[in-house]
C-alpha cells in the first residue's frame, strides 16, 4: 500500500487491535477507545508534536536554573551562527567547506563530509532557539529564513537524490539525516509540501530500506538504532507509514543478546565494530536511541511489544551501571570517545543518566524506581563536574534529571558491593562504597584500542592491564581534565609496556589489533574477584602475564614472565596521577615525605610502601625497586585526534613505576592499590605481614592467599598446584571459606580450550550444595575434586559450586 493510499483513509481502532497491526510482528495498535477514529494526519501529527517533546524538552521553567542558562546558551550560539551565515558554492559557513575536490573515501573526504554534518546540526541548534522560549530568538522571522533557506542551500548542493556520497557513510546516514529530519520535526508547519518532499527523497536516497535489509556490516548495534532513528523520521515527516513500519520491525534484531560479533552480550558485555568495548560510545547511543524510539512509538499504531525489548531493559543493570560511578562513565568503554576535545567520562555520562531517565518510564514500576535512585546518587555524588552544571546539555536530558533531583520520593542509592567480570570483552569492574576500579585488556578477541578517522592515535596501549580507579569525594578528576592528550601514553596506570616508539595510529586505520594471546579474562563470586590477562605488547616482542586480586580495600597486583626483545625498556607503571595545572600532593615513601619540585625523581631501591596525599596508598610486599617521577606534559588534542584543537596544554603528574630494564627476561612485580588510604593505613598494612600471603608469582601459576576474608585465589596459567589448590589445565580459581560452615568455588576457563577441567581443594567437604550443569563429576570427603566437562563453549564465564565443609 502506498502513502498516498494511507492519505484516503483513517486509522480505525478497535478494543482487539488493528489491521494496521495484525500484519506487523512485534507491534500492537496504542491505547484508544473503541471506535475512535483517528485520521492519518492527526496520527502523524501526534508523532512529530512527541518527538518535538523528545528534542526540546518539556515541564521546565525557562526562567529556572539550569534552564535560564541554558537557552541563553543557546540563543547565544544559534545568534552567532545567524551572523555569519555566508551561503556560497560547497559551504554555507565559510569555515564548513564541504565541496571535496577528489571526493572518495579517504581520510580528507571524511573531513569534507563531516563539514556536510556539522552544517545540519549547526541548522538544527538554529531550529531549536527558534523553538524555545528564553533564547531571545524565539520565533525570530529572521532566524526561521535563515534555517529554511540554509536547508534550501544544502539539498540544493549536496545533499540530495542525486549527489554520490563521499567521506564517512555516517555523515549521509546517520548524522546528517537525523539532523535534517529533526529540523524538519521543528520546523513542519513553516515548509511547505514541495521542501518537505525534496528533504524526504534525498533521506530515502542517502538511507534506502536496503540499509536495514540485513543485520551486518555498519547496521548492527548502535548503527542499526541510528539507521531505523533516520528512517522513522523520515517517515513521520513525509507521513509514510511503510517507512515508520519498516523502522520499528528492523529494531527487533537489536534486542536479543548476541554470542559473537556487535551487540549486547548475556554478561553484560557490549561490543561494536567486531572486537571494541564499547558501552560508553556506541553503547550510550543505543540506549538514548531505542530509548527515544520507544517513547516515540508508545501508544501509536506502531508500538514494540516484542519480549525481547526486556532484554534490552535489563542492560541498565547488567552493562551499564557496572561502569558508571559516582556520576562518571568509565573511559575503558569509550574507545575513541577519550581522544576528543570538549568531552569527558562526566559529561559523557550525564546524555547516558538522562537516558535511563527516560527508559524507565517505560519499564516496570520497580526498575523505573531503582533507575531513578541510581541516577540520584550519581548526580549528587559528583562533586567534580554535577550533570545539571553542564552548559552542553541539552534542554530535554536537562528535564529529565532536574525532575529526578527535585522529586523527593526519590532516595539517592549508594554505590553497590560488588565484583564484575564481562568475560565477552575482557573487562572487569570492582565497586565499593567509597571507591572504583576497573581493568582493561586486550586478547584474540578484543582489540589493544582502536584507531579511526584520525582518532585515538595514542590509545595503543589502553588494553594492556590498564587499572583505572576513583574515590567516593577524591579522584573523579583524574581522567577528566586534558588527560589524554598529555599523559605519557606508555605510562598508563597498571600497564606493562615496552618503551619501544610506536607510531600514532600503530596498527592502521581500523586495524583494531589483537594479540595472540587467549588466557584473558578471570573469576568472581560477585564481591570479590581475579583476573589475569596473558599479555602480548603491541608490534613487538613484550609479553607478560598479570593478575589482580580484587579485595574488600584493595587490589593486589602481580607481574611475571616479564620478557622481551625488543632493545627497549620495560616498565610497569604502579600509578600515574593526574594533578592538573598546580598540584603538588606530598608523596611518602617509608614514612619520609619527598621534594614536592617539578621535574624531581628518584629510585628507591627497596621500598616497602608509598602514599600521595589525598589518593592512595601503595604497599610493596618484600620489598621493590620504585621510581617516582614528578613532571609537567605538554601536548595538545589535536597530537591525539586530527579534528582536535592544536592549542598546547600543560598538566602535572606524578608517577611511580618499575623499570624491569632492557630486553627483561622473567621479570617480576608486586603491589597492593589502596585507594583513599591514609598514610598511616598504608604503613600499617606494610608492617602487617599475615594479612596476605604471596602463594606464586611466576609465568605458570600467580595466587594470594588472604585468611581475614577467608580467600584463596590462583590463576593457573599451566597445570599444577599452588598450596591446597591443583588444576590439571590452564584455570583461574577462587575459593570463599564463609563463617556458616560452608565454601564458595568458582573456576573459568579464560582461555576457552578446555575440553575438560578436574579442580581439587585439599580441604576436608561434606556435601555438594549447587553446581553448575558444567560440573560432571565431585568427589567429596578428605578433599574435593570437581571435574567439569567440555568448557570450550562457555566464553570463560565462571562456573560456581558451593559445599558444605567438614
Request: aromatic share 8%; net charge negative; glycine share 12%.
Amino acid at each position: 500500500m502506498t502513502a498516498s493510499a494511507w492519505h484516503r483513509r483513517a486509522f480505525l481502532y478497535a478494543a482487539g487491535g488493528t489491521a494496521l497491526a495484525a500484519g506487523l510482528t512485534g507491534l500492537v495498535p496504542g491505547p484508544a477507545v473503541a471506535g475512535e477514529t483517528v485520521t492519518v494526519d492527526e496520527q502523524f501529527a501526534a508523532l512529530r508534536a512527541k518527538w518535538r517533546d523528545l528534542v526540546l524538552g518539556t515541564g521546565f521553567s525557562p526562567t529556572a536554573e539550569p534552564f535560564r542558562t541554558l537557552l541563553a546558551g543557546l540563543g547565544t550560539s544559534a545568534r552567532d551562527y545567524l551572523s555569519t551565515i555566508a551561503p556560497a558554492s560547497g559551504s554555507l559557513w565559510p569555515g564548513l567547506v564541504w565541496s571535496d575536490p577528489e571526493p572518495d573515501l579517504d581520510a580528507e573526504s571524511y573531513v569534507f563530509s563531516s563539514r556536510m554534518n556539522d552544517t545540519f546540526t549547526r541548522l538544527n541548534l538554529m531550529a531549536q532557539a527558534f523553538c524555545q522560549p528564553g533564547t531571545g530568538l524565539t520565533g525570530d522571522t529572521e532566524l526561521l529564513n535563515a534555517v529554511v533557506a540554509g536547508l534550501d542551500h544544502v539539498h540544493a548542493e549536496v545533499y540530495n537524490e542525486n549527489t554520490t556520497r563521499y567521506g564517512n557513510w555516517w555523515n549521509w546516514q546517520i548524522g546528517g539525516a537525523q539532523a535534517l529530519m529533526d529540523t524538519c520535526v521543528l520546523l513542519h508547519e513553516h515548509l511547505n509540501p514541495d521542501r518537505i518532499a525534496a528533504f524526504c527523497r534525498a533521506v530515502d536516497h542517502f538511507v534506502p530500506d536496503s540499509a536495514v535489509a540485513e543485520y551486518t556490516g555498519t547496521s548492527t548495534g548502535a548503527n542499526r538504532v541510528d539507521l531505523c532513528r533516520s528512517i522513522v523520521l523520515r517517515g513521520i515527516v513525509g507521513e509514510d507509514p511503510d517507512k515508520v513500519a519498516l523502522a520499528a520491525r528492523a529494531l527487533a534484531p537489536v534486542f536479543p543478546y548476541v554470542t559473537s560479533g556487535d551487540g549486547f552480550y548475556s554478561d553484560g558485555s557490549f561490543i561494536q565494530h567486531r572486537n571494541v568495548p564499547y558501552i560508553g560510545g556506541y553503547g550510550a547511543v543505543l540506549h538514548d536511541g531505542v530509548g527515544r524510539l520507544l517513547a516515540l512509538l508508545r501508544g501509536s499504531a506502531w508500538q514494540l511489544n516484542d519480549p525481547n525489548t526486556q532484554l534490552f531493559l535489563d542492560t541498565v543493570e547488567k552493562a551499564v551501571a557496572p561502569f558508571i560511578y559516582n556520576g562518571l562513565i568509565m573511559d575503558n568503554v569509550t574507545s575513541r570517545g577519550i581522544s576528543r576535545s570538549g568531552g569527558n567520562e562526566h559529561q559523557r555520562a550525564h546524555g547516558l543518566l538522562a537516558t535511563l531517565v527516560l527508559l524507565g518510564q517505560g519499564a516496570g514500576a520497580e526498575e523505573n524506581a531503582r533507575w531513578r535512585a541510581m541516577v540520584k546518587g550519581w548526580m549528587r555524588r559528583d562533586y567534580h563536574y554535577p550533570p545539571l552544571k553542564n552548559p552542553g546539555l541539552s534542554l530535554i536530558r536537562a528535564s529529565l534529571l532536574q525532575g529526578v533531583q527535585d522529586d523527593a520520593s526519590v532516595m539517592e542509592a549508594p554505590e553497590p558491593v560488588e565484583h564484575r567480570l564481562f568475560h565477552h570483552m575482557d573487562r572487569a569492574t570492582h565497586r565499593r562504597r567509597t571507591w572504583a576500579a576497573s581493568v582493561s585488556m586486550a586478547s584474540n578477541r578484543i582489540a589493544h584500542y582502536e584507531f579511526g578517522n584520525g582518532e585515538n592515535a595514542r590509545g595503543y596501549h589502553t588494553g594492556s592491564g590498564w587499572l583505572s580507579w576513583w574515590g567516593d569525594d577524591f579522584g573523579l578528576e583524574q581522567y577528566s581534565d586534558a588527560y589524554w592528550p598529555t599523559v605519557d601514553p606508555y605510562r598508563l596506570p597498571g600497564i606493562t609496556a615496552s618503551r619501544k616508539p610506536l607510531a600514532d595510529g600503530e596498527g592502521g586505520n581500523w586495524g583494531q589489533p589483537m594479540p595472540d594471546a587467549a588466557w584473558v579474562g578471570g573469576t568472581t563470586d560477585g564481591e570479590f574477584g581475579v583476573t589475569g590477562q596473558h599479555l602480548k605488547g603491541l608490534s613487538g616482542t613484550m609479553e607478560a602475564k598479570k593478575s589482580w586480586f580484587w579485595l574488600d580495600d584493595s587490589v593486589v597486583c602481580l607481574g611475571a614472565g616479564i620478557t622481551s626483545a625488543d632493545g627497549f625498556p620495560v616498565e610497569t607503571t604502579i600509578d600515574n596521577r593526574h594533578l592538573g595545572t598546580s598540584g603538588a600532593p606530598a608523596l611518602t615513601v617509608d614514612g619520609r615525605q619527598q621534594p614536592t619540585a617539578q621535574g624531581w625523581s628518584a629510585t628507591f631501591e627497596n621500598a616497602g610502601w608509598a602514599h600521595i596525599a589525598g589518593q592512595a596508598g601503595y604497599v610493596f610486599p618484600g620489598g621493590a625497586k620504585v621510581d617516582a617521577v614528578r613532571e609537567e606534559r605538554t601536548g595538545a588534542w589535536k597530537d591525539i585526534n586530527a579534528g582536535g584543537p592544536a592549542d598546547p596544554l600543560t598538566r602535572r603528574y606524578l608517577t611511580l613505576f618499575t623499570d624491569h630494564g632492557t630486553d627483561p627476561v622473567d621479570g617480576r612485580y608486586a603491589y597492593v592499590l589502596m585507594p583513599g588510604a591514609s598514610a598511616q593505613a598504608t604503613a600499617r598494612r606494610a608492617g602487617d605481614h599475615d594479612w596476605l600471603r604471596i602463594l606464586a608469582n611466576t609465568g605458570t601459576r600467580q595466587g594470594v592467599r588472604v585468611s581475614r576474608l577467608g580467600l584463596t585465589a590462583v590463576n593457573f596459567w599451566a597445570p599444577g598446584t599452588v598450596e591446597r589448590i591443583t588444576a590439571n589445565a590452564p584455570a583461574s580459581v577462587l575459593v570463599r571459606e564463609h563463617g556458616n560452615g560452608t565454601a564458595t568455588i568458582v573456576v573459568s576457563d579464560p582461555s576457552r580450550q578446555a575440553t575438560s577441567l578436574e579442580v581439587s581443594w585439599n580441604r576436608r567437604v561434606t556435601k555438594v550444595l549447587s553446581r553448575p550443569s558444567t560440573l560432571v563429576g565431585a568427589t567429596t570427603g578428605p578433599s574435593l575434586k570437581l571435574t567439569f566437562g567440555d568448557l570450550t563453549g562457555r566464553a570463560g564465564a565462571p562456573q560456581r559450586v558451593t559445599v558444605r565443609l567438614g
